[in-house]
């Protein structure tokens, strides 16, 4: 791993909003509100003299139990933020303008800004439908100067992304490793480009709390807090030994690692994805014969949830693994080979249970996981099924190879 690398984030201000503002620049500047939905778009009818006459829904008329996917900045000042129900959101805001989703808009705007990044910056990590990683260290070199090249080169993605798209702004944060720029981008949101060096980290990355770092969920954030440590910079003075005691040794390790922005990790270039998988942290940690039932409901949804991963990407898996973390934070895994890829919910629920009864179940678990790896396109996945299983005797009566 070079040492001196550039590596930036660069994620969508308002993304699915925004995309929203291209099909309706009349909207510009107004608090709008994404979601909740697929039947309350504007309506439009045309005028005697042919100009087209738009009626946009006020938030105001919602009823529902939707959420928000996404508002604009305009809303946001009225804290209207993503996941927010709906009907609160309109008890803040009730003039906001309210628009359906169109994910295959989002999508096909997703795959333009890519593609124009691409051409500038070909390292680049997919982190889903607005966000990327991209590694610039052979753009920028490895100099002192780096960090003006870094810039420029920032502005001209940033560019890019705009010319490509119609008009889409991004923000983007340029640091040493992912940790960093992910934290990085967000400081001059929307529109913004942050250039953050290790020299930076006492006075930009320390005061954030903690739960800002990617890996550090409501629940870890709570425990620390219980003990004191409320900001990353907390986080950072605070005893490695203590923390892995208290958070077993991986995550205690990567937590004191993280607050002093230590990140190694690659940025990966993946057009084939090596396994899907589902995890869900529970709101309170389920114990394993107490709450045998619920656990079972949510095990079931989650190997639901990767079939249909699988299914809307083309995928079909042999290798099914099992992911617990109990609530000492502790994490164990188990695997499963099946014969046959597959990707349908029953058959990942079944090897996934089989997973299950090779864990010890003696204390309460806070996350669930279930991954399909070994993956193969569904059509082959398909015309294997149809050639059949490799029985005993195709596997033993080969000839033996001269
Ligand atoms: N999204 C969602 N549900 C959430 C959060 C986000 O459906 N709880 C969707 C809508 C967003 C998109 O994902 O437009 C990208 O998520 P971001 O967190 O990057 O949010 P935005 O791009 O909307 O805003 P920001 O400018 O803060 O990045
Ligand atoms: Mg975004």
Redesign the pocket.
């Known amino acids: 791993m070079p040492a001196d690398r550039v590596i930036a984030h660069l994620?969508?201000?308002?993304?699915?909003?925004s995309v929203e503002l291209l099909r309706y620049p009349e909207l510009r500047g107004l608090p709008v509100v994404?979601g909740g939905g697929r039947d309350h778009g504007p309506r439009e009818t045309v005028l005697a003299d042919g100009t087209l006459r738009r009626e946009f829904q006020r938030l105001r008329n919602y009823a529902g139990r939707g959420v928000v996917?996404?508002a604009t900045?305009e809303a946001r000042a009225f804290g209207v933020n993503?996941?927010l129900g709906m009907m609160k959101a309109a008890a803040l805001a009730p003039d906001a303008i309210l628009l359906p989703t169109d994910f295959e808009q989002?999508r096909r705007y997703s795959r333009l800004f890519k593609a124009a990044v691409r051409e500038i910056a070909p390292t680049l990590e997919d982190r889903g439908?607005?966000?990327i990683y991209l590694d610039l260290t052979a753009q920028t070199g490895t100099g002192p100067e780096r960090w003006d090249r870094a810039r420029e080169l920032g502005l001209r993605l940033k560019a890019a992304v705009r010319d490509a798209t119609g008009g889409l702004s991004c923000?983007v944060g340029l640091t040493p490793n992912k940790l960093l720029s992910k934290l990085t981008s967000?400081f001059d949101?929307?529109d913004g480009l942050t250039v953050l060096t290790l020299d930076d980290i006492p006075a930009r990355i320390w005061p954030l709390p903690a739960r800002r770092i990617n890996g550090i969920g409501p629940k870890a954030a709570a425990k620390l807090e219980a003990i004191g440590i409320a900001s990353i910079g907390d986080l950072a003075r605070h005893d490695v030994a203590d923390l892995v005691e208290r958070f077993g040794r991986s995550y205690g390790l990567w937590l004191h690692a993280s607050a002093h922005g230590r990140d190694e990790r690659p940025v990966v270039m993946e057009s084939e994805p090596k396994s899907i998988s589902r995890e869900t942290t529970f709101e309170r940690d389920l114990h394993p014969r107490a709450d045998r039932e619920l656990l079972g409901g949510i095990f079931t949804r989650l190997c639901e949830r990767v079939a249909d991963d699988l299914l809307r990407q083309g995928y079909a898996g042999r290798t099914i693994g099992l992911k617990l973390r109990y609530d000492d934070f502790r994490t164990v895994t188990r695997d499963a080979s099946l014969p046959l890829p597959v990707s349908d919910a029953k058959a990942i629920r079944r090897a996934a249970g089989e997973c299950l009864k090779r864990v010890p179940l003696d204390r309460r678990i806070r996350l669930l996981g279930v991954r399909v790896g070994a993956l193969c396109r569904a059509d082959e996945a398909a015309a294997l099924r149809n050639a059949g299983a490799p029985t005993t005797r195709d596997l033993f009566d080969e000839p033996a190879a001269g």
Do not use: G, L, R
Request: hydrophobic share 35%.
């Open positions: 994620d969508m201000d308002a993304f699915y909003a994404v996917t996404t900045y993503s996941a989002y439908i607005d966000e923000s967000e949101k929307p």
